[in-house]
């Protein structure tokens, strides 16, 4: 729900006041109040709201009825249905008579040539039939009210109205409904409340109310009537259309296990204890990140149909140019996400808050997802190689995601999203569209089978509506570039054996150290800004000594631990290159002037000392700052590794060497500045790096001495 201010708003009313002719006698009224509350949703507030007035008179329910209906089971909603056989058809009757003749007109407007002129009325309509038809309807456009970048401008405007602005029931109706679910009268809570709904959406409506002990200013969250029972009887069509759609158009997907999906996240939405406690869980996981704000939930007082929290004020993030917030956003997401597996899966603009000082709150948790530790690995891998353009290990990346099933011809897929992606990935990691890629994945996952598992179109939804938000500012926004950084940190720091695995297989490559991709993924994640460091303005992207000091401060700790073994194998392998190159200069130098012996090659430099001497080249220009990264990352694609090189070649690359001793001065100066426990750390590896090369030169000797 979310609750936007006015400049000069009415009043909070004494609980014990009567603003209403339709509340109880003991209500009267009293002075204005200082407290500042948004409009009301409506000047006055009706009996009737549009969707019962159109169509509640087929939901209502027997106590026992209802009761049965407090979490999704498909057989108990089929099982109260099957005895109201006329209420199913007038509902069918009722939803295919409304949208047929909406669709009807339209298609009147294009033969007329008439759809420009009525495209704003026909929104307008769209937006009402979808009031009148319900909650499960309104559920649905808001999923889609977020994408500027798919939804006609004026379509966009009508459906974001959905968002939070509904037509209101009866306030009567809402305040007995407090009262019944307390136990008590209103006055014995709140001392004041609002004389209206400050916000109204599908499944309820919020009123402001000061409590009379603490005198806190909380918002007061009351479900409408009969609103499991209208939900239910949408969600036993929907499911029988989604098999009947299934069946015709031949998908692979199980559509109606992802509407099960869907309609088990809507019923525990409808439970406000579950959603006091999700947002309490919420607030304890994610509360104290920088600039976020979970506002806090009075759970004892919170019942199943009444929701009590604290109030928040503020506007809609989509209403306020802030792509700082949004950034904001990314990073918690992520948390959400890929860090924690507990997200907020319905993140639609009414959700989304920015605070009068500046923090992106988050509103309503009813409607929350888990994702499991598998499938978050699983995400964090396919999107490592699709930066890399490994498709190969994306197609099985795909089948751990459960979005191919394991039968399917992995060479073919491969094939398919090389064609699909290939195109993406070249602009860079900054400039991939999620939603481009979901669209150009489309034609693929219909001509292979995919599958689309029943979590993931939660995890996409709250992925999408933040880039769709972004989008509506600045159309160049890239959501997936965003996280990128965080899941280059990720991989780089986490512990588990899944993901240290798959950071080994991309490193070395037919057991080729591809410090390229190393490059590239430590440029990414000193991108990704943590809790403590988020700025809005990276000023000291630039400075090689931050960078610097970024690099030793990830790789001494201990998360860094793997990837700091990687790099002193490394370097011990580019030293043991350097001595090699070394002896052979010398050698060369001191025989060229014999006879006879100016035309021999004494070379005993492998193809891989080759290798190694370059990457030890390239691992000091990323330990000085990363200032030649770019030409760098260039040359590796054009190199082979493998191809042969002349002695002249080899001593020239090992004469480029001593250029790098002035860029090892940076690195030198910033190790004071760390802190005492990475100094002493520091101060240990060079004995680690010299154990490492005696071995390998160690190993170096006997495998010459006996071949």
């Known amino acids: 729900m979310i609750l936007v201010l006015s400049p000069s708003p009415p009043p909070l009313l004494p609980a014990n006041s009567k603003f209403n002719r339709h509340l109880p006698r003991r209500i009267h009224h009293s002075r204005r109040s200082t407290t500042n509350l948004p409009p009301p949703v409506a000047a006055k507030t009706r009996d009737v709201d549009a969707f019962t007035e159109y169509s509640g008179y087929l939901f209502e329910l027997s106590t026992s009825e209802t009761d049965s209906l407090t979490d999704y089971n498909i057989s108990k909603i089929a099982a109260i249905y099957r005895k109201k056989p006329l209420v199913l058809l007038r509902r069918l009757i009722q939803i295919g008579t409304t949208l047929g003749k909406w669709f ?53 405007e009508e459906l974001t109205l959905l968002q939070d602005r509904i037509t209101p029931f009866s306030t009567e109706v809402a305040f007995n409904t407090i009262e019944q679910e307390l136990g008590s009268p209103l006055d014995e809570f709140f001392s004041e409340i609002s004389p209206e709904p400050v916000a109204a959406a599908s499944l309820g409506q919020v009123y402001q109310g000061r409590l009379r002990h603490g005198g806190r200013v909380v918002a007061v969250k009351v479900q409408r009537p009969g609103v499991q029972a209208a939900i239910s009887l949408d969600i036993l069509i929907l499911r029988y259309l989604a098999g009947l759609i299934r069946k015709a158009g031949k998908f692979n997907t199980d559509l109606q296990a992802v509407v099960d999906e869907w309609a088990s996240s809507l019923f525990r939405e409808m439970d406000y204890k579950k959603e006091a406690k999700n947002g309490l869980k919420f607030r304890q996981l994610y509360g104290g990140l920088r600039d976020v704000l979970v506002p806090e939930m009075y759970v004892e007082q919170t019942t199943s149909r009444v929701l009590i929290m604290e109030w928040v004020e503020g506007q809609k993030l989509s209403e306020v140019k802030d792509l700082y917030l949004v950034e904001v956003g990314v990073y918690c997401s992520f948390n959400q996400l890929l860090e924690y597996g507990f997200y907020h899966a319905d993140p639609h603009p ?24 598998e499938l978050r690995d699983g995400f964090i891998e396919a999107c490592l190689h699709l930066v890399n353009r490994d498709f190969d290990a994306l197609a099985k990346d795909f089948v751990t995601l459960g979005l191919l099933p394991p039968t399917a011809d992995k060479d073919a897929v491969t094939k398919a999203l090389t064609g699909v992606f290939q195109n993406a990935v070249a602009k860079g990691v900054s ?52 996280t990128y950084p965080w899941i280059a940190r990720k991989v780089l720091t986490d512990s588990s054996p899944q993901l240290k695995s798959s950071l080994q297989a991309l490193l070395y490559e037919d057991g080729v150290f591809r410090i390229d991709r190393l490059e590239s993924l430590l440029t990414e994640s000193l991108r990704a800004r943590t809790d403590k460091a ?93 200032q030649k990264n770019e030409s760098s990352s260039k040359d590796v694609k054009e190199v082979n590794p493998y191809n042969n090189q002349t002695y002249s070649e080899e001593a020239s690359l090992f004469l480029y060497q001593f250029a790098a001793v002035e860029e090892v001065v940076p690195l030198l100066s910033v190790i004071p500045e760390l802190p005492p426990d990475l100094q002493q750390q520091l101060l240990r590896l060079p004995g680690d790096l010299a154990g490492k090369l005696i071995s390998r030169a160690a190993a170096r000797t006997i495998r010459r001495i006996f071949s």
Request: no cysteine.
């Open 104 to 156: 009807a007109l339209r298609y009147i407007d294009s033969v007329t040539e008439r759809s420009d002129q009525m495209f704003k009325i026909r929104a307008a309509e769209l937006r009402k039939i979808l009031v009148q038809l319900g909650p499960a309807y309104v559920k649905i456009a808001q999923a889609i009210s977020s994408r500027a970048d798919l939804i006609p401008p004026s379509y966009l």
């Open 350 to 373: 009414g959700n989304l808050l920015r605070t009068y000082d500046g923090k992106l709150a988050y509103l309503d948790f009813g409607m929350m997802g888990e994702f499991k530790q």
């Open 431 to 482: 400039n991939i569209s999620f939603g481009d890629l979901l669209g150009n994945l489309g034609t693929t996952m219909y001509k292979f089978k995919f599958q689309i598992p029943s979590y993931f179109s939660l995890v996409i939804r709250s992925l999408a509506v933040l880039e769709g938000i972004a989008i509506t500012f600045n159309p160049n926004y890239k959501v997936l570039g965003s």
């Open 534 to 626: 988020l700025v809005k303005e990276q000023t000291a992207g630039n400075d090689s000594r931050v960078v610097i000091r970024q690099i030793l401060s990830f790789t001494l700790t201990e998360k860094g631990e793997f990837v700091r073994e990687i790099l002193l194998q490394e370097f011990a392998k580019g030293l043991d290159a350097l001595g090699l190159a070394t002896v052979e200069s010398i050698t060369s130098a001191a025989t060229a002037s014999l006879p006879f012996v100016g035309s021999f090659s004494f070379s005993s430099m492998s193809d891989e000392d080759v290798i190694n001497l370059r990457n030890l080249r390239r691992l000091v220009l990323l330990l000085s700052g990363l």
